[in-house]
T-cell receptor, first 112, second 110 residues
């Protein structure tokens, strides 16, 4: 089974803090994705990466950055957290050329 | 631009009733469509994809290119079908990105 893990299930941070969300997959997938999940808006793509050190902006990259130093790990960084970044964050991975994505359990981030 | 619309945020039915979760899309290329499901306290997972034309847990979905729809159907709903359902469209680009609809929460009442 593909296993995608995320470093925290729940996280509470203060406005202005730098926040790191970590995602690790164990199936040697080239593609990795970060989404945020909000009621009524579904999943919106923040960033994705199709190889180590490669990254592409998704639909809502503002206020976020990412890092992919190793194939299995994809980090989402909130440079200066704001209250409108309170959300559920989902990480996913997939094989190249395959559309099926495998998701992590999610991190619920609250920014106070 | 690609877009996926799920018009119903909430769908409530009684056990044994038929279910249809609506999904409409707009895409200029040849679409590849999926339904993902998220049960309570579980991770999002693939339910079915249109190219395999399969039935999973009694659910089916047919791609209607004329109506640009990919509705999810089940003839007899079960309580364990209660979950959040997302329709998704693949961009078929190098990264095989997905565009998701807003989701429909299905509640099956006993």
């Amino acid at each position: 089974d593909v296993k995608v893990t995320q470093s925290s299930r729940y996280l509470v941070k203060r406005t202005g803090e730098k926040v790191f969300l970590e995602c690790v997959q164990d199936m040697d997938h080239e593609n990795m994705f970060w989404y945020r999940q909000d009621p009524g808006l579904g999943l919106r793509l923040i960033y994705f990466s199709y190889d180590v050190k490669m990254k592409e902006k998704g639909d809502i990259p503002e206020g976020y950055s990412v890092s992919r130093e190793k194939k299995e790990r994809f980090s989402l960084i909130l440079e200066s957290a704001s209250t409108n970044q309170t959300s559920m964050y989902l990480c996913a991975s997939s094989l190249p050329g395959r559309s099926e994505q495998f998701f992590g359990p999610g991190t619920r981030l609250t920014v106070l | 631009a690609q877009r996926v619309t799920q018009p119903e945020k909430l769908l409530s039915v009684f056990k044994g009733a038929p279910v249809e979760l609506k999904c409409n899309y707009s895409y200029s290329g040849s679409p590849e469509l999926f339904w993902y499901v998220q049960y309570s306290r579980q991770r999002l997972q693939l339910l079915l994809r249109h190219i395999s034309r399969e039935s999973i847990k009694g659910f089916t979905a047919d791609l209607n290119k004329g109506e640009t729809s990919f509705h999810l159907k089940k003839p007899f709903a079960q309580e364990e079908d209660s979950a959040m359902y997302y329709c998704a469209l693949s961009h078929n680009n190098a990264g095989n990105m997905l565009t998701f609809g807003g989701g429909t929460r299905l509640m099956v009442k006993p």
